[in-house]
């Protein structure tokens, strides 16, 4: 428990040099190491299941060029799973459309899956195909390929972009929703037995409203006349994202009792940190770092803040208590749920994939105190409780081996060094919230939202 493509490119890509080590200085050994790195060697993960389940599987890696996806396949391709990663590149062309990029340069896919194998020698195919338009490609991909394990991380993820506008909210429930139904569909029509492991949010909970521990998928409720059952927690989608996700759940659960499908639902918490490990190898492999109002999650935007010497963003009271977990503990978590697939027929698998809670004024007062640089509570552009608790049950991950990575300052000198790395590349304009959940929110914050040039006036 924690408190508080016809088939579009197959790019097999072979070159070799030798790796940089230019990111290994800024990670810390608590944090990541370099050595030693395999699932039942690294600090993370005890011997256990994970280890008693293992066996190396051939997974797609739907949405591996993003920033979870990404460092996931270079983690499950070190551990010598065979990986095809299938992405349309519609976060790169986000960013082009609101006129800001990732911190951290990242290459073209191309470049990265050359750059893996000359540091591994490892091959990673990169197949450039839409999940949500091209049905006919997904299911000739799964039958030439044959799979054991497919992971889901091909959705439009910020809440912010989903809220933006109509054209944000449409294009996110028409991209998300049908993703996941041809997928589900594409599985039986190629009449394979893969497992499906899915990112999640902790988002399809609400926050705070079982009033006691949210338990990990399933919840025990008395129906009327006193029948006991135990039902998927009741949704409580606090945007249109997040009510994708609770369409997703409620997909998963009609495909498994119709099909048969083997289905894992991964509900995870925000996801912090930059690199890997794996990503620290060559330069060529750094992943995304999103610290705009919209994409940017809130410890990576402090830190980038913070970094910046302009002060914290607070949204509100900061008294929104969220849960999250490292990226490194996001590739490891993954391994484990595919190591440790439902059997056929089961009812879908669902882990709460979150490290800890904190409260975000909390995590602003640490990035505040070690950077010297003071918070601001700014009116908050989200319609949401001012203060939450959160109370997540973690069990099933934890029983499985994982010792999750824990929100350490240590930890944060990865993200700071990457921050002071590239800050001649943050756009000051970008971090202030751009987006407000309804009318009432935009006005209160045209009012009171301090301008660009206040916020920015002591920049280092
Ligand atoms: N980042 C977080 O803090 C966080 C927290 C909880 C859950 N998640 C979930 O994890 C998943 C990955 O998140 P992320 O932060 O890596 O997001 P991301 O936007 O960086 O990556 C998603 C990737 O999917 C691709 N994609 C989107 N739609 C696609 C489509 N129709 N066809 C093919 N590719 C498509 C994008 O181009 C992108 O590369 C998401 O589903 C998200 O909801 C993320």
């Not at 997040?242 to 498994?256: E, N, R, S």
Request: hydrophobic share 35%.
């Amino acid at each position: 428990m924690v408190k508080l493509l016809g088939i579009a490119l197959l790019l097999p890509l072979v070159i070799s040099f030798s790796p940089s080590t230019i990111f290994n200085k800024g990670l810390t050994r608590s944090a990541v190491s370099t050595t030693n790195y395999s699932p039942v060697t690294s600090p993370s993960i005890r011997r256990g299941a994970t280890e008693l389940n293992a066996k190396n599987k051939k997974v797609v890696v739907l949405g591996g060029d993003g920033f979870c996806g990404w460092p996931t396949s270079l983690y499950l391709s070190d551990q010598g799973h065979d990986i095809i990663i299938v992405d349309n590149l519609s976060r790169r062309n986000i960013d082009n459309e609101l006129g800001c990029d990732s911190l951290t340069p990242i290459a073209s896919p191309a470049e990265r899956v050359r750059a893996w194998e000359e540091v591994s020698g490892k091959k990673i195919k990169f197949v450039n195909l839409d999940v949500a338009k091209d049905y006919a490609e997904l299911v000739e991909l799964f039958k030439t390929e044959k799979p054991d394990t497919v992971v889901h991380f091909a959705e439009q993820r910020a809440a912010p972009y989903s809220m933006k506008s109509s054209k944000g909210k449409r294009y996110t429930i028409d991209n998300n929703v049908p993703g996941t139904n041809n997928l589900c569909c594409a599985i039986v029509d190629a009449e394979r037995d893969i497992h499906v492991v899915h990112l999640g949010t902790m988002g399809v909970y609400g926050y705070g409203t079982s009033g006691g521990e949210i338990p990990e998928g399933y919840i025990d409720v008395t129906l009327p006349g006193g029948r006991e059952s135990n039902i998927l927690h009741p949704a409580y989608p606090g945007s249109v994202y997040h009510a994708t996700k609770c369409l997703d759940a409620i997909m998963f659960q009609f495909y498994q009792k119709n099909d048969q499908l083997r289905i894992t639902d991964l509900h995870q918490g925000i996801v912090w940190g930059t690199n890997t490990p794996q990503t620290i190898r060559d330069e060529r492999l750094i992943n995304r770092f999103d610290y705009d109002g919209d994409y940017g999650t809130v410890l990576n935007r402090f830190l980038m803040q913070g970094a910046m010497g302009v002060p914290l963003t607070v949204y509100g009271t900061g008294g929104q208590t969220r849960a999250f977990i490292h990226v490194t503990d996001t590739a490891r978590c993954i391994e484990i749920a595919i190591n440790n697939p439902p059997k056929k027929g089961d009812r879908v698998e669902i882990f709460n994939q979150v490290a800890e809670t904190r409260r975000v004024r909390d995590i602003a007062g640490m990035v505040a105190s070690r950077t010297g640089v003071e918070m601001k509570m700014v009116p908050n552009p989200r319609q949401e409780a001012a203060e939450n608790e959160l109370d997540v049950s973690n069990k099933k991950f934890c029983n499985l081996g994982l010792e999750p990575l824990t929100l350490d300052e240590g930890l944060f000198d990865e993200v700071t060094e990457v921050v002071q790395k590239y800050k001649h590349r943050c756009d000051p304009r970008m971090i202030l919230p751009a987006t407000y959940w309804n009318k009432a929110r935009a006005e209160e914050c045209e009012k009171k939202m301090p301008s660009v040039g206040e916020m920015t006036k002591d920049m280092k």
